[in-house]
């Protein structure tokens, strides 16, 4: 009889191609699996495992969440907190493969910064398909990476924020509760996949489609690096990344690069000093260098971090970029901005009828960043953030007007029934447990206490209600 494990030894979708699950994911699709919250999974099977034993006591209740929402990311990534959870998830499991679905392969020759997005990024279209075709939803590790902001196969930019006009929030990569299910926004639970998760103005899309040719080599790439990690006999060592950078070098000389330290700046757009830090072993590049010195050379990122860009290789570099076509991709540029469409994508936004969006929305619609909008729109931006700001405010006191209404009827309601109105009973009347966590419902529940009486000593009951017309009827 083979050993038995104490969680379901569920199959990771995907190792060895480059559609390879997250393990943030893999946590998800565990959790349902067991019919419980990722966070009672987290909590009571694989925290002592960790290292993190302390967190699982109730009276750390904050201290685990903080820690759960600043380090969900890095479960996907390279560092020492991914591997304690691979580990963990290893001896419950049985399995013995799911370090595949983090970046730990790559830890040597990857640093952290800039490799991940701090929130979840999803494709709408990839999700309804799996669900039209009765596939697993799953989060592929390939989306957690910071450069890959578009899905090759759909052509349409990676979402981050919740398309729901009640939510608009962006969600961690491993939520909490029980709305915590791939394919589902962590915070309101709707469905991610559907098709009214595509929105944008015409403008906004015109500016997209340039933005999705140019990172569709991206994505092939970082695929190529994911799909590759079961295969790979040992793990990249950063001493190997060095020497295949210095073989770059050489392929820039024979090309009538002049390497020094502002042809190189100015020939791939990196920042003045990064590459002479290189060059000394201080640090290794982010992946994102990588990405642009492997596109404007026309080598494998593979190759590079593998070590594997040896003399014969810088031989005939002309040759082999043209032989190889699937590295014949558009070059990685510094982001470039189209100054009159995206003008244009901006003042269609101020324009628009539609519930105001935040600039970080607009940003994420048109595939810029918001440093670049700041910087070449800065009155549009203003102006879009301060609509925004306002609809966002009028919303919220709509949104807390209703909520005394709703928090003091319950609690008169209970008292003509003979029953205290505690926060417990106020909740449980109106079917939320959450209800009377926020500031608003707890001032207006001890404004109704005071109005009603009940923070009276020794007042009776009958008194009370007779006092305030509530006695019930005889």
């Not at 390939?142 to 729901?164: D, E, G, M, N, S």
Request: proline content about 7%; some cysteine.
């Amino acid at each position: 009889m083979p050993p038995r494990s104490r969680l379901y030894s569920l199959e990771p979708i995907g190792i060895g191609t480059p559609q390879t699950e997250s393990l943030t994911s893999y946590i998800s699709r565990l959790a349902a699996a067991h019919s419980v919250r990722v966070r009672d999974l987290v909590v009571s099977e694989l925290l002592g495992h960790m290292g993190r034993p302390h967190l699982a006591d109730s009276s750390h209740a904050d201290l685990f969440s903080a820690f759960w929402r600043s380090e969900t990311r890095a479960l996907n990534g390279t560092c020492s907190l991914a591997r304690r959870m691979v580990h963990a998830l290893e001896e419950k499991t049985g399995r013995r493969d799911l370090r595949f679905l983090t970046l730990l392969t790559w830890s040597d020759v990857l640093p952290v910064h800039q490799l991940q997005k701090r929130t979840r990024a999803w494709c709408p279209g990839c999700y309804q398909d799996w669900r039209d075709r009765g596939q697993a939803i799953y989060d592929p590790l390939l989306w957690t990476l910071t450069p890959v902001t578009v899905c090759a196969r759909h052509k349409r930019p990676l979402r981050t924020i919740c398309p729901f006009p009640n939510c608009r929030r962006p969600s961690p990569w491993l939520g909490l509760g029980y709305r915590s299910r791939p394919g589902h926004c962590a915070h309101c639970g709707g469905w991610l996949g559907n098709p009214g998760a595509e929105s944008g103005t015409p403008e906004e899309k015109l500016v997209m489609n340039g933005a999705v040719q140019c990172h569709a080599w991206i994505f092939d790439a970082l695929g190529e690096l994911i799909a590759a990690s079961p295969s790979l006999l040992r793990r990249p060592q950063r001493e190997d990344l060095l020497r295949s950078i210095e073989v770059a070098f050489r392929l820039a000389a024979l090309r009538k690069i002049t390497i020094n330290r502002g042809s190189w700046t100015r020939y791939f757009g990196l920042a003045s000093g990064t590459v002479l830090e290189w060059r000394q072993g201080q640090m290794p590049p982010s992946l994102w260098c990588l990405l642009v010195v492997c596109s404007q050379l026309g080598i494998s990122s593979l190759e590079l971090l593998r070590g594997e860009i040896h003399e014969n290789y810088s031989a005939a570099p002309a040759t082999r970029v043209a032989a190889d076509t699937r590295l014949n991709g558009p070059s990685i540029q510094p982001t470039r901005i189209d100054h009159g469409a995206i003008r244009n994508a901006l003042e269609a936004v101020l324009a628009s009828d539609a519930p105001p969006p935040s600039i970080r929305l607009v940003a994420d619609r048109l595939g810029q960043t918001l440093v670049n909008l700041h910087h070449y729109f800065p009155e549009l931006c203003r102006a879009i953030a301060s609509r925004h700001r306002s609809y966002e405010q009028a919303r919220g006191a709509r949104t807390r007007t209703r909520l005394r209404e709703t928090v003091r009827d319950a609690a008169i309601a209970l008292t003509h029934r003979g029953l205290y109105p505690s926060a417990s009973h106020i909740a449980d009347l109106l079917g939320d447990r959450n209800v009377m966590r926020s500031h608003t419902a707890q001032a207006v529940w001890r404004e109704i206490l005071s109005e009603l009486g009940w923070d009276r000593p020794n007042m009776d009951l009958q008194a009370l209600m007779a006092q305030t017309c509530l006695a019930p009827t005889i």
